[in-house]
């Protein structure tokens, strides 16, 4: 079964473009999350979406958005982008079955973009 | 606030001897993982462990869940072990909060 797989891995954007980042979750999984690492504030929770719904949100300002679609592939767009968006972007999947005692998340290879 | 944290920060060994990474977690919890982060940034699952113990090779993991804690032990360490570690905990609101890792160096 492939994993989780995150384009593209490598982005260079300046500031004030915007930049869209993809998942593909693993077969079956419906459920995708998104974290951002930095060497500052560590990994921190995006958001996560479900059945083409966002459930949870993490602190982050409106420059920073998602979606799923109905094969549960899940983009992040991040709007205006500020120096300090340089970061990982992680993509976690998960079966999900409703239990979140098993809500195990596989992670991508990450995307990681750099704002000049 | 939720707080997971993990200890130690730094930790550098002699290929061949043993660790114990410890992770401290605030309030009850619904998942915890550990995670090994490679090089190239991904991260690769070694437990999921809400409670109780478990072993794959040379690691092994144990969460007190009553006690909101877990360890994960290293034992005859590799230079291959080297990285950073991270343990998450997943409480009801479904997300994942992370520790801000153990970085360890396994000297050969």
């Known amino acids: 079964k492939a994993g989780v797989t995150q384009t593209p891995r490598y982005l260079i954007k300046t500031r004030g473009q915007q930049v869209t980042l993809s998942c593909s979750p693993i077969s079956g999984h419906r459920s995708v999350s998104w974290y951002q690492q930095t060497p500052g504030q560590g990994l921190q929770f995006l958001f996560e979406y479900f059945s083409e719904t966002q459930r949870n949100k993490g602190n982050f300002p409106g420059r920073f958005s998602g979606r799923q679609f109905s094969n549960s592939r899940s983009e992040m767009n991040v709007s205006t982008l500020e120096l300090g968006d340089s970061a990982l972007y992680l993509c976690?999947?998960?079966?999900?079955?409703?239990?979140?005692?098993?809500?195990?998340?596989?992670f991508g290879a990450g995307t990681r973009l750099s704002v000049l | 606030g939720i707080q997971v944290e993990q200890s130690p920060p730094d930790l550098i060994l002699q290929e061949g001897a043993n660790s114990t990474l410890r992770c401290n977690f605030s309030?009850?919890?619904?998942?915890l993982q550990w995670f090994h982060q490679n090089p190239w940034g991904q991260l690769i699952n070694l437990f999921y462990?809400?409670?109780g113990t478990k072993q794959n090779g040379r690691l092994s993991a144990t969460t007190v869940a009553t006690e909101r804690y877990s360890l994960l032990y290293i034992s005859s360490s590799q230079t291959t072990d080297s990285g950073v570690y991270f343990c998450?905990?997943?409480?009801?609101?479904?997300?994942?909060?992370f520790g801000a890792g153990t970085r360890l160096t396994v000297k050969p």
């Open positions: 309030d009850s919890v619904n998942n």
């Open positions: 976690a999947s998960s079966p999900y079955t409703g239990s979140l005692a098993k809500n195990i998340q596989y």
């Open positions: 462990i809400p409670s």
């Open positions: 998450a905990a997943m409480y009801n609101n479904n997300d994942m909060r």
